[in-house]
């Protein structure tokens, strides 16, 4: 079974400073890895995803995130804030295969942006 | 290119009376998803479908009853409501591709109130 850890349900910052949100997953294939924002009363919206090929991924509004397969990690980051990130932020897990389309959430990271 | 629909987006219930959650999607995916979110506990599967005729359950099925008839189509079915139905619900599509899978669309969600 996939399961997902996002450490720190609140993360602040000041404007302009790094947005770092962790996420860990345990999954016992290589999986597919998202990043999804929901700005209040609305959907998700995919930031970032990793499937393959090169581990170091870069999303919308300036948005990246790296795969490390050692340390189960797929933590997302962004170097300047801004006000419009302010959001909550889901880190998700696709482990493929006869399992594809199924996802497991982490659960959820509430980004505060202060000016 | 509506995407993933869903109606109703605000529903009010009293325990015991039944519903039909409706999603449409038109993207043509095989896979689609239904999902419920509750506060600190990210988004959690409820029923899967890889295509039409074929459904499966999730990780919280109890309560919900699904059915695929078209490849469009994926309404969820409360049989008989019940407080702790009280969330708000979101439909997904994806499609797995020849080289790498589609990120999960998502619709808007419905937010359902069973008092």
């Known amino acids: 079974a996939q399961s997902v850890t996002q450490l720190g349900s609140h993360v602040s910052v000041s404007e302009g400073a790094l947005v770092l949100l962790r996420c860990n997953y345990s999954s016992s294939v290589p999986p597919y890895l998202f990043w999804y924002v929901q700005y209040p009363n609305q959907g998700l919206q995919l930031l970032l995803k990793?499937?393959?090929?090169?581990?170091l991924v870069k999303g919308i509004n300036g948005f990246e995130a790296e795969f490390k397969k050692s340390e189960t990690s797929f933590h997302l980051t962004k170097p300047s804030a801004h006000m419009s990130d302010a959001a909550e932020y889901f880190c998700?897990?696709?482990?493929?295969?006869?399992?594809?389309?199924?996802?497991?959430f982490g659960q959820g990271t509430i980004l505060t942006v202060h000016p | 290119n509506a995407g993933v629909t869903q109606t109703p987006k605000f529903q009010v219930l009293k325990t015991g009376q039944s519903m039909t959650l409706q999603c449409a999607q038109d993207m043509n995916h095989e896979y689609m998803s239904w999902y419920r979110q509750d506060p600190g506990m990210g988004l959690r599967l409820i029923h899967y479908s890889v295509g039409a005729g074929i459904t499966d359950q999730g990780e919280v099925p109890n309560g919900y009853n699904v059915s695929r008839s078209t490849t469009e189509d994926f309404p969820l079915r409360l049989l008989s409501a019940a407080p702790s139905q009280t969330s708000v619900y979101f439909c997904a599509s994806s499609s797995p591709g020849q080289f790498t899978n589609t990120e999960a669309f998502f619709g808007q969600g419905t937010r359902l109130t069973v008092v």
């Open positions: 990793y499937t393959t090929g090169a581990t």
């Open positions: 998700a897990v696709d482990a493929g295969g006869t399992s594809y389309g199924k996802l497991t």
